[in-house]
């Protein structure tokens, strides 16, 4: 079974800043788009960022300029950059590696 851990996670103040990290096996890791999702409660799971294996960089609109994801396919690992944060970024965040693989979640909570 393949296992994702996430880490990095917490509660932080408005304007503050939080990194996350997602290990995934490098089998399926080193050659998929991998990507940050979040789910705020009572909200459908959106996107937050994706990266190609290439190094391309996708963003929804209400992170960009703020976020930064990156990935390091030596270890097999995705990092997010959540800077400025906002309250209404507060959620849980889950690691994804294309297709179908899917973190545990961590949860994110931003205070005003």
């Known amino acids: 079974q393949v296992q994702l851990v996430e880490s990095g996670g917490g509660l932080v103040q408005a304007g503050g800043s939080l990194r996350l990290s997602c290990a995934a096996p490098?089998?399926?890791?080193?050659?998929?788009?991998v990507g940050w999702y979040r789910q705020a409660p009572g909200k459908q799971r959106e996107l937050v960022a994706t990266?190609?294996?290439?190094?391309?960089?996708n963003y929804a609109d209400s992170v960009k300029g703020r976020f930064t994801i990156s990935r390091d396919n030596a270890k097999g690992t995705v990092y997010l950059q959540m800077n400025s944060l906002k309250p209404e970024d507060t959620g849980v965040y889950y690691c994804?590696?294309?297709?179908?693989?899917w973190g545990q979640g961590t949860q994110v909570t931003v205070s005003s």
């Open positions: 994804n590696v294309e297709p179908t693989y």
């Open positions: 490098r089998i399926i890791f080193r050659l998929n788009t």
């Open positions: 990266i190609t294996n290439f190094g391309s960089t």
